[in-house]
């Protein structure tokens, strides 16, 4: 299963692209996309936690994509870590394998998380590339490291030169920033 986090603030195309390639162009038997009401490295949301979870589940049922939406986050005693995430869902779905997708910039900080190498030890990690980001290379110094449990470049998805932060800053400036959200949610 294929877990895709984020704070999705907002949710935008590149996520439904990256989300695409999941479902019908890896080995992935489930994808899940794991909303996150917080982030440790993010502050300000724009949008509660309530209305980005609502959010994503009105863009992926539009989408028609075969994906769930999880608000597994929403239960779990905080502070939220990634790493207690997994364990929690490992423990709880103990027949399935969990796959962490992450783009090439959060391998690039993946060291600065809570238990970010325990992460790369304990489960399987896909990254998907993100422009100005090497991620073999960035592969490469991890594998000196850390026992990697089983780290995989998606090096044939296509390049999206995107983020909810170049949404909100543009929104913020008062440009029209529809044309990289996808339709079917609130805004």
Known sequence: MALFFGSFNPIHNGHLAILRYLCLESSADEVRIVVSPESPFKAGNSLTADERLENV?????????????????????????????????????????HIMVIGGDNLASLERWKCGPEILEEFPVWVYPRPGYDSEALLRELKGRYRLRGVKILSNAKLYDISSTMIREGEAKGLDMSGYKPSGGTE
């Open 57 to 97: 589940r009105k863009v992926i049922a539009a989408s028609g994509l075969e994906v769930t939406v999880s608000d597994v986050e929403f239960h779990l005693e905080p502070p939220l870590y990634t790493i207690n995430t997994l364990r929690y869902l490992q423990k709880s779905e103990p027949d399935c394998t």
